[in-house]
């Protein structure tokens, strides 16, 4: 044993983040032994003092702890895909907004073959995250007034009133939002689930350990290596399971020989499972944030409710169908408070587009697991065009509903990206030369049922071709769901961690 680091677990979970918080807790407090190896620091339990502002905070998004990866040269500029390198992962920075989706997204798994991932299969998982999380649902009459504005005004272009965003069979709407936020206080997955087990001896957690690969040995695998400490350390496991997101999780496979097998052969990491779908299916929900002048009752408006108390950046949300979209809603609107850059106010709404067609990957440029791997989201590229078609026609909704009497006098002129851009054809332009994310990356080890090329798990996350190998993260999402993921990704590690108990009886 490396002094910290023990020499063998039953159950190794690599990485500590929102769905490895989740599996790790679930294991530890049915009995197993449990290791948690977490690339970041641990900062213990809530309330110690070593957490870093920024993560408790939920006003503010964090970046102390950041994976620092991005676009590299994809594009002429950069852009940013931040993921936070700490225990409770990316649950300490996200904006803490908890959204479903919506019923055919899960059935639509379902229906390809993934026996136990229907709507009404997750529904008590999605519950029982909720409860978990600290969830709390705002009520209209907690909206800031620059959130009321849009809630208020919402009905105008065909968005009726919602009390939630998450009834799994409605489709359009305009709802407050539901948030785990606690007295001002980010809820990240380690408080929740986590802190409850931290006492148990079944439970270790290490942090500042990152997995170079996955041993196998005669198709199974039987442990992980470690950089830790400055070395190389090898921790034997009767089962792995990687909880590393949809950029990390397919690295650790990639340089473990778990992987198409052109990619691993110029980097001279030998072949141990050819898996031509690892690092493949890339993708997230385009997003633009548009922004706009504001007036000076609003300001006024919004200085009264912050002296009043704290006034949240985030805090109802939109729901709409585009003209692509059948069966319920496909796009997101997101109000976004006014920040602040120098003397210039900002009062912004965002719009995704939440079904893309568009598919990008990940791949490693070499076998060092501090290098950066090579991310392309390939945002909207696909051939017929219409992801950037969505995304435009989701600005033009909430530019008709800016123009309502309702609204006009209180956003203001357009700023971003402003009248050059009020015919199609410019708006088009400028959304392929600016793409832009909703931090809901997903997919690279999707699951997939046996004879599926590029299925990298089975239905109850099983690596294909290795023994004692899962993957519990939003990597195994085979086709994102019309979500923010943070809600989904607890539920993915819920499920997991349930199918990794009924094994293990």
């Known amino acids: 044993m490396t002094a910290g680091l023990p020499s063998e677990a039953a159950f190794v979970v690599v990485g500590g983040g929102t769905a490895g918080s989740v599996v790790a807790a679930r294991l530890a407090e049915a009995g197993h032994d449990v290791l948690v190896l977490e690339a970041g620091p641990d900062f213990g339990p809530e309330g110690d003092p070593a957490w870093p502002a920024d993560f408790v905070d939920a006003t503010r998004l964090g970046r102390s702890h950041d994976w620092g990866y991005d676009s590299g040269d994809t594009y002429p500029w950069t852009v940013g895909f931040e993921r936070a390198r700490a225990i409770g992962g990316s649950s300490d920075v996200n904006g803490c907004t908890q959204t479903w989706g919506h019923r055919r997204d899960y059935d639509a798994w379902a229906e390809s073959g993934l026996v136990g991932w229907a709507a009404d299969d997750l529904v008590p998982l999605f519950e029982e995250g909720m409860r978990r ?131 691993l052969a110029p980097l001279d990491i030998p072949l141990v499972q050819h898996l031509p779908g690892v690092g493949e299916n890339l993708h997230d929900q385009p997003f633009l944030l548009m922004s706009f002048a504001g007036s000076d009752r609003m300001a006024d408006e919004m200085r009264a409710a912050r002296e009043a108390g704290w006034t949240p950046d985030e805090q109802a949300m ?37 079904l893309p067609r568009s598919r990008g990957f990940v791949r490693v440029r070499s076998a060092d697991p501090e290098a950066k791997p090579w991310i392309d989201h390939r945002f909207l590229s696909d051939a017929e065009g219409t992801d950037v078609a969505m995304l435009a026609e989701g600005a033009e909704i909430l530019r008709e509903l800016a123009a309502t009497s309702a609204l006009s006098s209180l956003v203001g002129a357009e700023i971003h990206p402003g009248p050059e851009t009020f015919s199609r054809a410019a708006l088009t332009t400028h959304l392929y030369r600016h793409p832009d994310n909703y931090w809901h990356p997903v997919g690279t080890c999707r699951m997939g049922v046996d004879g599926d090329p590029r299925a990298v798990v089975d239905a109850r996350a099983r690596v294909h071709g290795i023994a004692g190998l899962r993957i519990a993260d939003c990597s195994i999402m085979p086709r994102i769901p019309r979500a923010t993921t943070a809600m989904p990704a607890i539920v993915v590690g819920e499920k997991v961690a349930r199918m990794l108990l009924e094994d293990a009886s």
């Open 133 to 263: 999380m600290r969830v709390r649902q705002f009520t209209a009459t907690e909206l800031t007034p620059w959130q009321h504005a849009w809630y208020d005004a919402a009905p105008a272009v065909g968005m009726p009133r919602l009390a939630s965003l998450n009834g799994l069979d409605e489709s359009a709407g305009f709802a407050p939002e539901a948030m785990n936020i606690q007295d001002g206080v980010r809820v990240n997955a380690s408080f929740a689930y986590l802190d409850a087990v931290r006492s148990l001896p079944t439970l270790r957690i290490v942090g500042d350990a990152l997995v170079d690969r996955v041993l196998v040995e005669n198709g199974a695998a039987t442990g992980v290596v470690v950089r830790y400490g400055g070395e190389n350390v090898v921790v034997r496991a009767g089962t792995v399971v990687l909880a590393g997101g949809a950029y990390n999780s397919p690295t650790i496979l990639l340089r473990s020989g778990i992987g198409p097998y052109s990619q």
């Open 318 to 354: 939109g729901k709409a169908a585009s003209s692509f979209e059948t069966e319920a809603f496909d796009l997101h609107f997101l109000p976004y408070s006014p920040t602040h850059r120098g003397d210039d106010k900002r009062w912004s709404i965002g719009t995704s587009a939440l």
